[in-house]
T-cell receptor, first 110, second 114 residues
Framework: QKEVEQDPGPLSVPEGAIVSLNCTYSNSAFQYFMWYRQYSRKGPELLMYTYSSGNKEDGRFTAQVDKSSKYISLFIRDSQPSDSATYLCASSTGGFKTIFGAGTRLFVKA | ETGVTQTPRHLVMGMTNKKSLKCEQH?????MYWYKQSAKKPLELMFV???????ENNSVPSRFSPECPNSSHLFLHLHTLQPEDSALYLC?????????????FGSGTRLTVV
């Protein structure tokens, strides 16, 4: 079993839609949860960071962690074509080893 | 120049060649990482350096040899690679104890082994 599981997609939505991206994880010791965004021919960039359970909002983006079900979510409101990218979830116990999901490729159509 | 810079951006090498990938960061970070990214697979952690000392070797074959001469520079020396080693190799840096800032990644080196 992979430590972090993520549906690779692709996911295609019309502009303005609400996007829901999800991951599950298996390691109960994970305390730190991140979402990275990766544009084509670029490296991943940190989008959202959450510690333990709860929600965090930043503009059109909301990250949600449910430790009881080991479920990580990212919601994008009013999606834009510029949101088209691969989204990677990641988890860590706080050391130097961050475990990434395979990434979900998102296409937002104008 | 700011951020994490990787060179070359693209590399094609034969199985008997020796080449090196270079990574440089100007962020003042003290931890640096090599990751391998293959299509539809999770990022695979290869090596971690903290204050120039290797702290993680994730069972990487010896045909990959890392070098970290200082906290700003990281190299990955390649020799006698296999076609399955073709992938995007990403370098990242972070500041230990500041996990909330995550990693800063370079744009990667696209490696093709022929």
């Amino acid at each position: 079993q992979k430590e972090v599981e993520q549906d690779p997609g692709p996911l295609s939505v019309p502009e303005g839609a609400i996007v829901s991206l999800n991951c599950t994880y298996s390691n109960s010791a994970f305390q730190y949860f991140m979402w990275y965004r990766q544009y084509s021919r670029k490296g991943p960039e940190l989008l959202m960071y959450t510690y333990s359970s709860g929600n965090k909002e930043d503009g059109r983006f909301t990250a949600q962690v449910d430790k009881s079900s080991k479920y990580i979510s990212l919601f994008i409101r009013d999606s834009q074509p510029s949101d088209s990218a691969t989204y990677l979830c990641a988890s860590s116990t706080g050391g130097f080893k961050t475990i990434f999901g395979a990434g979900t490729r998102l296409f937002v159509k104008a | 120049e700011t951020g994490v810079t990787q060179t070359p951006r693209h590399l094609v090498m034969g199985m008997t060649n020796k080449k090196s990938l270079k990574c440089e960061q100007h962020l003042g970070h003290n931890a640096m990482y090599w990751y391998k990214q293959s299509a539809k697979k999770p990022l695979e952690l290869m090596f971690v350096y903290n204050f120039k000392e290797q702290t993680e070797n994730n069972s990487v074959p010896s045909r990959f040899s890392p070098e970290c001469p200082n906290s700003s520079h990281l190299f990955l020396h390649l020799h006698t690679l296999q076609p399955e080693d073709s992938a995007l190799y990403l370098c990242a840096s972070s500041q230990p104890g500041q996990i909330n800032y995550g990693y800063t990644f370079g744009s990667g080196t696209r490696l093709t082994v022929v």
